[in-house]
């Protein structure tokens, strides 16, 4: 994902705030031990989310204390590895390696010397999580290229472009095992797959206007100066809206403990919070700040 899927901090519990952090040092530590000291780097928020939610129905945590190379003696309370755990950091991997040859594909000059150094460095834990989830593998890279041929012929259909990457989000539905649980699940992160999509295309609209860089809202709208006008915008924010809505109706039927509140919080309150930011053009500055 992007870096638009976090929790509003202000509207956490103490509790469900040091789970997610637990969650968050676990998946580091995890991506640490599964595929090298560099895959650490791929950490975020958007898959620390993800991993809360694959988790969010147990009743029993398990905890254990894990030295953190952010600090030089520093040992943090984070979630013991599981499986949800170890496919989220496989995931991790390969969104993020295919997304590098997408860039090293079609970016500009600069971006194609970066992409290729980064899956130069990353190419080895590539290879792991791909043999570990070959269907995962082979959904991303099936519509990624999808993305990618529908952004060549320039087009102005943001369902279809948005379809795509929301297909990504879909398939990891598949964690869930009982069909009703999987169907829901399939509902919400499609959504919310739509939303980060739309999101991060409203986000970056100035600055691919101003790099004359595909953006769907481009040529379904007619921006000005790099925005929108305001009954497009409205009409976007709308669509956007209506994802959160059937991402919120699909959260309800999910079975879910005491550590549901921390993916609930995501989607009630942080999810909308990044859509006023992002509306107002104040997220993407602020995103330039915070790492996440």
Known sequence: MFGYVRPQKDEMKVRDWNLWQKNYCGLCRCLGKRHGFAARFLLSYDMTFLYSLFTMGEKE????????????VCRKPCRTEDEAMQYTADLTVLLMWWKLRDDEKD???LRKIGAGLLRFLYRRAARRAAAARPETDRLIREQLLRLSALEKECSSSIDQTADAFAQILKGCADYWQEAGQRRAAEQLLYHIGRFVYLADALDDLAEDCKKDRYNPLRYRFSPENGKLLPE???????TMDASLDQASAAFELLERSRAGAVPENVIYYGLPSVMKAVAAGRFHARKKKVTV
């Not at 945590?61 to 030089?72: E, H, R, S, Y």
């Not at 497009?232 to 924010?237: A, N, V």
């Open 232 to 238: 497009d915008q409205q009409s976007l924010l709308q």
């Open 61 to 72: 945590i398990t905890v254990q204390k894990c030295w953190c190379p952010a600090g030089v």
């Open 107 to 109: 970016g500009s000059l």
